[in-house]
């Protein structure tokens, strides 16, 4: 099974920052690797697909970018409502893998 | 617009069973693969299994966690796909999620849609 190792599991912000989370994927996945975004209480909703292609409805402060094993999703000027926990996700291979997750504190 | 709605969600003893159900709307039901995810309370996102389209001969996965005990099957009649668990834990306690899938593979709409979830909790 390929893992993904993500990082930071959580971290904190502050309104205006830049944040980014990587995700490693144990062996190369090309780019079929998804970001999510979930808030309490509330399911997933997809920010990114194919690395790098922005989901239709989400803000363009949100990118992802990468291929093989090293991927990123930065959050460009945050907002309140991006206060959340982020996955991502491979679905090179089954069974499919998430990340552990990464959860953005206001600071 | 896309909509799932998950049900069946219950208290069970372990050792018991329990079919989750989905009820798809708003597209080509037939055309997508549906994968169910779950949450652990507190936890991260799981990949449970999923049931390819017709096309793929409704061909299954699943993830090692739940081989041999839980089946996924769909009724293309009803536009509604099952999750059937049986031999159930304390471990299968989770916030069951049916995600619309891809319609096949590497096309990048994996996991796209998401239902609202549905509570299974496994204690005696």
């Known amino acids: 099974d390929i893992q993904m190792t993500q990082s930071p599991s959580a971290m904190s912000a502050s309104v205006g920052d830049r944040v980014t989370i990587t995700c490693r994927a144990s062996?190369?996945?090309?780019?079929?690797l998804v970001w999510f975004q979930q808030k309490p209480g509330k399911g997933p909703k997809r920010l990114i697909y194919?690395?790098?292609s922005l989901q239709s409805g989400v803000p363009s402060r949100f990118s992802g970018s990468g291929s093989g094993t090293e991927f990123t999703l930065t959050i460009n000027s945050l907002q309140p409502e991006d206060f959340a926990t982020y996955y991502c996700?491979?679905?090179?291979?089954?069974?499919?893998?998430f990340g552990g997750g990464s959860r953005v504190e206001i600071k | 617009e896309v909509q799932l709605v998950e049900s069946g969600g219950d208290l069970v003893q372990p050792g018991g069973s329990l079919r989750l159900s989905c009820a798809a709307s708003?597209?080509?039901?037939?055309?997508?693969?549906v994968d169910w995810v779950r949450q652990a309370p507190g936890k991260g996102l799981e990949w449970v299994g999923l049931?390819?389209?017709?096309?793929?001969?409704?061909?299954?996965e699943y993830a090692a966690s739940v081989k041999g005990r839980f089946t996924v099957s769909r009724d293309e009649s009803k536009n509604s796909v099952y999750l059937q668990m049986n031999s159930l834990n304390i471990d299968d306690t989770a916030v069951y999620y049916c995600?619309?899938?891809?319609?096949?593979?590497?096309?990048?709409?994996?996991?796209?849609?998401w239902g609202q979830g549905t509570v299974v909790t496994v204690s005696s």
């Open positions: 995600t619309r899938g891809t319609e096949r593979a590497y096309d990048g709409k994996t996991l796209e849609y």
């Open positions: 708003g597209f080509s039901f037939s055309d997508h693969y």
């Open positions: 049931m390819r389209n017709r096309a793929h001969s409704y061909s299954t």
């Open positions: 062996q190369g996945i090309s780019n079929y």
């Open positions: 194919a690395a790098s």
């Open positions: 996700l491979q679905y090179d291979s089954y069974p499919l893998t």
